[in-house]
Nanobody, 129 residues
Framework: QVQLVESGGGLVQAGESLTLSCTAS????????LGWFRQAPGKEHEAVSC????????WYEDSVKGRFTISRDNAKNTVYLQMNDVKPEDTAMYYC??????????????????????WGQGTQVNVSS
């Protein structure tokens, strides 16, 4: 049984940093692109960042470029999202996903909500101004 478990969310002030982690079990992470997605109240979910199986290629949504960094440790089956200089508009539930495909397929084609890939239950990030 595949499980993805996110952690690291919480309440932070604008301008601070936060690191999210997502550990997968039941699969070999190095066969999968991994990514972070988020959904704010009343909004559609959106892709935040994705990384390919060996960590060499990444993709970021425009609003987080230069502030967020995605990385992965395949030995630990874990993907991270380093969030720097957070803003109130980063407030959302953050989910990690895994797809046995290219990172662009995960982030820009498949995304969440289509019944493909594996998804965690989410970790809440709240940014106060």
């Amino acid at each position: 049984q595949v499980q993805l478990v996110e952690s690291g969310g919480g309440l932070v002030q604008a301008g601070e940093s936060l690191t999210l982690s997502c550990t997968a079990s039941g699969l070999s992470a190095d066969d999968y692109a991994l990514g972070w997605f988020r959904q704010a109240p009343g909004k559609e979910h959106e892709a935040v960042s994705c990384i390919d199986w060996n960590g060499r290629r990444t993709w970021y949504e425009d609003s987080v470029k230069g502030r967020f960094t995605i990385s992965r440790d395949n030995a630990k089956n874990t993907v991270y999202l380093q969030m720097n200089d957070v803003k109130p508009e980063d407030t959302a539930m953050y989910y990690c996903g895994a797809l046995e495909a290219d990172l662009m397929t995960l982030c820009t084609v498949v995304g969440m909500g289509r019944g493909l890939g594996y998804w965690g239950q989410g970790t809440q990030v709240n940014v106060s101004s």
